[in-house]
């Protein structure tokens, strides 16, 4: 053809917004390991692998864990379309975007959606959900983890424990949450969680790491209806997962490769220094970022996120015009603010790789330069200062 | 945790099944290149290039030209659940395990199936989709153009013009085909044309390239029902792909540096010294296999395509062993024989990257030594023959 297409060769980016995250040197170099075929008996023993890796991520001990061949949004339509049936009731925590995106798929496929809603930058509260629960009774409740939109983080405890009495499956999205902070899926008695890889696992978008209770298997079995979809059906995705081996799809397997390598790196860091270092370098730089003089969305400081935080831009500061220049002259991609927080706040995400010590005061300094704050001065010595304290 | 896990270190294969094909190093190279952002101008220019390069393979102008975020089989159901609704009439052309699972997917989203069958082996007339079309008023026909089951190559132009002529959408499956023969979208009158980025395109498997002509972009605007799935409804994907540049899903980049990597080398070999080499390696290959005295499962020369090939399993041979020493002692596979053909016949594929003169040889020496075939020579003779021939 006439047109020429120039070399790969992408400019250097530091990812620090909402995903994907910054991806580790070895797991990128995972990416480019040669194919073994997909029934290869060496690629289902690291299927073997990801499997027991997640297992301990999740922390459960679920004989229905695998990956959806999709992001994290083909997780989400996975874990609800394989336990609602048209008719179904089902109850949903909306406090952002992505809860309102489980009413929107749940409602898609013929369930009947009540919703709990939160302000934007709050929590749902437990009473919300018993109050709801007096007058239904929903088949799954369903709830974000971590909120991406907003950068809240959710207790499961109590929600989980009120939708068992109700006899629900408790139904969780932690693409935010798993890889960066505790998720405990079974303690917690979720039924059915899903995540992604591009965020605090470190892997490359491409696949959705989900996982069903004994009780979300046993829903799913009793279905009346076949699931309407074949591609997301957990049944025929655990045929190829389970010890049938049977074909449903070709799997990804250059992002099995690369997740499976980030989730080796995981166990070698082990998931409670992990934890704290997601925890370290959000604390850092909320300390920078508040001393400088930049307002957090989220006021609770209980309930903001180790993986991402959002920051109010400030008054008079072009939203678009900051990213912009972040971009063009420091490589560095924040998140813009999505839904109700749409041009009010930027998204970080500090996740997986990318929560260092270095990315934290570079961003800091970034944005003291590029808002022309006087304080940047200050923010760096807070930040600085929480590392002290650590 | 205690475990410890192997460094990734798969042996060294030459992929010669029905897919994942042998992926080019500058491919592999591909998938290990940095990320950006989802939504980087960078980024945006590169899902630009993809889909300009893949309107070129698939010979069309359409606007609704994009890739499905998952694999070939992602594809099958987008292309379906945009244009079927419940309730609505379609007909299907089976020949094989993937027109079998069209209806499956079909029927699971609440389409009248109806199905017209050829022998598996065979393609399917079409006098008999002109016969089923005087009784029937479907939507949608639907039909597979390279059956990745039993080898065979379908031809679309009678069925198609049967189709539009009974006002129904022509649905084509081109996984097998696209990037290593002609499949000329637009001459053909495709409406829906899907396909996979892990047989001829030469990528690894993550994406479905999809396209859809007007008059289904048409169908999709006027369904009455919304689309059950959000993850594969292609008015969403396009808010993605097209000029809003919404957010659908993560883009899986990773892959689609991948995927355009492969689409460039197409560009560069050009369409037709490309569809040239794969029928040529597929030529020296039938010419080697015959001459030892192996049989094709498609009997008629016209109907094999030229990136699969299904070789009968000579009696008193034990498939499991013979596919089994290949991988140990080659590192070759070849499929294994699926639905009807299961136990009864190998699929060699010689797809994209691994369309090449040594593979064959390799190949037919390989089995000709599994085989004790006594003669190998003939077919190495054969097939070089062929080569001197072109």
């Known amino acids: 053809m006439d047109q020429t297409f120039s070399p790969l060769s992408p400019s250097p980016r530091l990812l620090l917004g909402p995903g994907p995250s910054q991806i580790a040197p070895r797991v990128l170099r995972a990416c ?5 075929g997909y029934l290869d008996a060496e690629y289902l023993r690291m299927m073997d692998d990801v499997q027991t890796l997640l297992r301990m991520v999740m ?18 339509e996975a874990a609800l379309v394989n336990v609602v049936e048209p008719g179904d009731q089902v109850l949903v925590c909306v406090a952002g975007a992505f809860g309102e995106r489980m009413v929107d798929l749940a409602t898609r496929m013929g369930g009947v959606v009540s919703r709990v809603d939160a302000e934007w930058g709050t929590m749902v509260q437990p009473e919300q959900v018993k109050e709801a629960l007096k007058t239904l009774r929903p088949k799954v409740v369903c709830i974000v983890n971590a909120e991406t939109s907003t950068g809240v983080l959710q207790p499961l405890a109590e929600i989980g424990k009120l939708a068992h009495e109700a006899g629900a499956l408790f139904l969780v999205d932690c693409v935010t949450s798993l890889g960066g902070m505790p998720v405990n899926m079974d303690a917690m008695g979720v039924d059915v969680l899903y995540s992604g890889t591009q965020k605090c696992l470190g892997a490359p978008p491409s696949l959705a790491p989900i996982s069903f209770s004994p009780a979300a298997v046993e829903v799913y079995r009793s279905r009346k209806t076949v699931v309407p979809s074949f591609y997301l059906d957990a049944g025929q995705i655990w045929r190829y997962w389970g010890p049938e081996r ?16 980030a989730l080796v790196m995981i166990s070698e860091e082990g998931l409670e220094a992990r934890f704290a270092r997601h925890r370290q370098n959000q604390k850092a730089l909320v300390a920078g970022a508040e001393a400088m003089g930049l307002e957090l969305a989220v006021k609770d400081p209980a309930l903001r ?6 920051i109010l831009i400030p008054e008079g500061v072009d939203d678009a015009t900051v990213r912009r220049n972040l971009i063009n002259q420091y490589g560095i991609e924040i998140g813009s603010g999505m839904g109700k927080f749409a041009g009010k706040a930027w998204r970080v995400g500090l996740m997986g790789y990318a929560s260092q010590r270095a990315n934290v005061m570079l961003l800091l300094a970034a944005l003291g330069d590029l808002l022309k704050n006087e304080r940047v001065d200050e923010g760096l010595a807070a930040a600085s200062a929480a590392y002290a304290a650590a």
């Open 59 to 76: 922390g459960t001990k679920n004989d229905w864990t695998m990956c959806v061949p999709g992001t994290g949004m083909a997780g989400m």
């Open 305 to 310: 996120l180790p993986s991402l935080t959002t």
């Open 246 to 261: 049977g074909y449903h799809q070709t799997g990804m397997v250059n992002m099995l490769y690369a997740l499976r390598e």
């Open 32 to 36: 480019a390991t040669p194919l073994l």
